[in-house]
């Protein structure tokens, strides 16, 4: 293993300042990691070296002289391809769009360059953000997402690229979108520390749409501490993205005063038994963070709700797609006629989901205003294997979780990695929460990842 | 009438007008799936309807009218 995979964003900050490692070494460190150990998990659709090398000497050639753009200058990383890039194709995921390239920078990608963070790479993903229905892993023209921890293991979706290939320490972060679980479910697979803010913090422009109400975009990272200096490069007002709002992030520190905990009731009893018993013993350490409470969440149809808005949005942003017939080309049979459905949905219905919205979201803030975070397990078992069909795994009924009631929200939620599960796969605890609570989000994940050694663990590849 | 087979002639009211929108050719299987995904949108719509709502209930969009200078060039 390389003496500079699986760093942390300040380490590696630390060893550039120090002269230990420069950024074009870095650029040329993650380029050769994902070009080999990144294309052997299909974590990779395209790689930009030149791009790369050019903003590593440029990050080289300012710190040099004095000039210091923050944490991020001369960090690599790599982008979900659902985000535009001028010179660089932009797949969505989607073969019919393999070669299609869209001559902007979507904001965030414009954001990262301003930090002075390096983007060594477009990074695979299931078609379409997974809005087509997808029912397996082979959802994707770059071969089914494999996990860092063991290839014949599932990378999970639709940030599949994302989760890999920070997992098996190829760049130190990754930018993710979830509309419901794209960002959480692939960190938790790769044993990764990943974060979804709040609808809202981040600008969604130049970003592929599947739900303009439910998509958002956060950072992938070894750490909450780095998912928060990431958070603080790409948060902020866009007047492009009407939903964001004018206020900036700033990183926190760990939260050392006593937290209010809620912890979700029942949550891990239908969870895989380690799942179940990693969750018991990440109660414990909470314990030690501050005062715990069993919570319901507040009794809505936040899974219909959030289930209704996805195929209505979606076949309103794919309409012309749909029509076209090039849906007949995309990977997974099943995503072929994806979305239709949302296509015959009456307004009133998506409307109503809207209103039901309104009120769950009102419930919600009623119960979170009560505490700093909630707690729950990520995910109720280890990734499937690459061969698995859906309906065994994510149609079963794992218990209650915060997935669909914080998607449906708009809610912050962070997945730290919490254990080891069947097969030796990793597994993640979930802090989630008020609306734009993101700060208090990330510093109750950073005091409970001082406490836990969890999220030092990595692959040996 | 039956609630099943009321739910059972909306999905094909449905599917005959994604067949006349978009007249593909579809397998047995993916016509099953549609049917099953159409299902789902009708069963999420009533799961929708237990929640009470009143007729000021507004939904969770902001309409906020725009001046062209607030957007970026």
């Known amino acids: 293993v390389s003496s500079l995979a699986y760093r942390t964003v300040p380490e590696l900050g630390r060893m550039i300042r120090c002269g230990e490692v420069s950024p074009v070494q870095l650029a040329e460190e993650a380029l050769d990691r994902l070009e080999t150990v990144g294309r052997s998990l299909n974590a990779v659709v395209t790689l930009a070296p030149d791009l790369a090398l050019e903003q590593a000497r440029q990050a080289e050639e300012e710190l040099a002289h004095g000039v210091d753009r923050g944490p991020l200058h001369g960090i690599p990383y790599g982008a979900k391809d659902l985000f535009a890039t001028v010179g660089i194709p932009t797949s969505w995921g989607m073969a019919p769009h393999q070669r299609r390239v869209i001559d902007e920078d979507a904001a965030v990608i414009e954001r990262l360059r301003e930090a002075g963070a390096v983007l060594v790479a477009k990074l695979a993903m299931v078609e379409g953000a997974g809005g087509f229905g997808y029912e397996q892993p082979n959802a994707t023209f770059t071969g089914p997402g494999r996990s860092a921890w063991k290839s014949e293991a599932w990378a999970g979706g639709s940030s599949s690229g994302s989760g890999s290939a920070v997992g098996a320490g190829c760049v130190p972060f990754a930018l993710g979108t979830e509309t419901w679980g794209s960002i959480l479910i692939p960190s938790a697979f790769n044993g990764l520390t990943g974060f979804r803010p709040t609808h809202g913090m981040v600008s969604r422009r130049g970003a592929m749409a599947l739900s303009w109400t439910l998509d958002k975009i956060g950072p992938m990272c070894r750490t909450a501490q780095d998912c928060g200096i990431v958070l603080a490069a790409i948060a902020g007002f866009d007047s492009a993205d009407p939903s964001t709002r004018r206020e900036w992030f700033e990183p926190p520190r760990p939260a050392h005063t006593r937290l209010r905990i809620a912890v979700l009731r029942g949550a891990a009893e239908r969870a895989q038994p380690e799942v179940g018993a990693a969750f018991g013993a990440s109660l414990d350490i909470l314990r030690q963070m501050g005062d715990l409470e069993e919570v319901d969440l507040p009794g809505f149809p936040w899974e219909d709700a959030a289930g209704l808005i996805i195929s209505v949005e979606g076949a309103a942003a794919f309409e012309d797609f749909l029509r076209s017939g090039e849906g007949e080309r995309l990977t997974a049979p099943e995503d072929r006629m994806g979305l239709w459905e949302g296509l015959v949905v009456p307004a009133v219905d998506y409307l109503r989901a809207l209103r039901v919205r309104r009120k769950g979201m009102q419930a919600m803030d009623d119960l979170l205003s009560r505490f700093d975070v909630i707690v729950a397990p990520a995910v109720g078992f280890v990734a499937p294997l690459i061969e698995d069909r859906f309906d065994t795994w994510f149609d079963a009924d794992w218990g209650p979780s915060l997935g669909a009631a914080g998607n449906l929200c708009g809610l912050p939620s962070i997945g730290v990695p919490n254990g080891v599960g069947e097969r030796g796969l990793p597994i993640a605890l979930e802090f989630m929460g008020r609306a734009f609570g993101d700060g208090q989000v990330v510093a109750a994940a950073m005091r409970y990842q001082e406490l836990t050694q969890w999220h030092e663990r990595h692959p040996a590849r | ?73």
């Open chain 2, 1 to 73: 009438m039956t609630l099943d087979e009321d739910v059972d002639q909306v999905i094909a009211a449905r599917l005959t007008e994604l067949r006349t929108t978009l007249p593909r050719a579809l397998t047995s299987d993916q016509l099953a799936l549609l049917r099953r995904r159409i299902g789902q949108t009708i069963g999420q719509a009533a799961a929708l309807r237990a929640i009470a709502l009143t007729n000021d209930d507004e939904p969770a969009t902001v309409f906020r009218p725009l001046r062209s200078e607030e957007r970026q060039p």
